[in-house]
């Protein structure tokens, strides 16, 4: 069996440094690393229409945003399809029929769904779309055959939805489906980087975010104003690490040979901590080699953001190739799911011949 990996973001904004950390830079050690026969990436614009569905420019606006950010950060349309999910409409069908696989007392028990839905208050006003979001996901990794999926542990009940789903559609119709698997950041700072003011989430609404797209000074203001350690008063005070944006921002980004470059005083990050949590370590100087480490991970994302948004034409056109690409292959899972189902009547040349025998 191919190894297949299927990914993407909504696009409701630009992509920040929690999604670099959380999964883009991980796409392209995978795209890179020749382990995977096909890679698909793709910008879920559909699935951002379910709350945002008053707003459709909020989701349009981003499309070619996201696609900027994704090749900034390094994936290469040579080596991995990049695709907007609305162009592939045979993903619509397949969530069609897995509808009728889950029921909504299932969906409404899923952890992710029911944390999103609080965060954004639906209450009464809940769109069926929102509440059906895992069974559309489900569709999309089914479409390509996707056997592994990279993801953030937030979406671990989303992924264990789609391993039900196909388990229950093979059940049914004969082994059709692939079974995805999860593949976590091997980081543990990175399963779900904190925002910048010390909220469990880095969320676009809340504010809270460094964008890749950030130029040097827009990062450096966000880094200097982090949260910290409330009870870390004066330069004497023992600091605390747990719940310290900054510390964890470290634990993701800094390596031993940040400090020989930016802070040589101290060999790694557990003396860093080691002195902070003593006391007599000041938050201003940790902060100002957190922005040393960040700017240095920017600098060329930065730079090949520009350079591809010079290009712009070049990359509206690498969409459009890769959703043509996409549809291929979604058509074809859908193509065997209807054979399957035994819908396939104006395919089947035994329909019509089997029809006629009972007469």
Not at 91 to 105: A, G, Q
Not at 112 to 126: N, Y
Not at 313 to 318: G, H, I, P, R, S
């Amino acid at each position: 069996m191919d190894k297949v990996i299927l990914t993407g973001d909504r696009p409701t904004g630009r992509l920040h440094i929690g999604h670099y950390v959380g999964s883009l830079k991980r796409r392209v050690e995978l795209q890179n690393s020749g382990e995977y026969d096909r890679i698909y990436i793709m910008i879920a614009d559909a699935q951002a229409l379910t709350d945002n569905f008053e707003h459709p420019e909020k989701v349009r606006d981003n499309i070619l945003e996201v696609a900027l950010d994704y090749l900034a950060c390094g994936l290469d349309p040579e080596k991995s399809t990049i695709f907007v999910q609305s162009a592939v409409p045979e993903l619509t069908e397949i969530t069609f029929y897995y509808l009728n696989l889950v029921t909504l007392s299932r969906l409404e028990r899923n952890p992710t769904v029911k944390s999103e839905i609080a965060m954004r208050g639906f209450e009464a006003s809940l769109p069926v779309g929102f509440v059906c979001y895992p069974i559309s996901q489900a569709s999309d990794i089914t479409a390509f055959k996707a056997t592994t999926v990279p993801v953030g542990e937030d979406q671990l009940p989303m992924i264990e939805q789609t391993r039900e789903i196909v388990r229950k559609f093979n059940s049914i119709y004969g082994d059709v489906l692939v079974e995805p698997a999860v593949l976590l950041p091997s980081n543990a700072a990175c399963l779900r980087l904190p925002g910048t003011d010390g909220k469990a989430k880095m969320s676009k609404s809340l504010g809270n975010c460094i964008y890749l797209a950030d130029d040097e000074e827009t990062v450096r203001k966000k880094v200097m104003s982090m949260y910290t350690d409330p009870g870390h008063i004066k330069v004497s005070d023992p600091g605390k690490l747990e719940g310290n944006t900054v510390f964890t921002y470290l634990d993701a980004f800094c390596r031993d040979e940040h400090f020989a470059k930016y802070l040589p005083e101290y060999e790694n990050l557990d003396a860093l901590k080691a002195h902070y949590t003593a006391g007599g370590l000041g938050d201003v100087k940790v902060k100002k080699f957190l922005n040393n480490v960040l700017q240095e991970e920017l600098a060329p994302i930065r730079e090949r953001r520009k350079e591809y948004a010079g290009r712009i034409e070049w990359v509206y056109e690498m969409l459009r190739a890769g959703s043509e690409k996409a549809r291929l292959e979604a058509a074809d899972t859908l193509e065997k799911m209807k054979a399957a189902m035994k819908i396939n009547y104006f395919e089947d040349s035994d329909f019509l011949k089997d029809f006629i025998s009972r007469q």
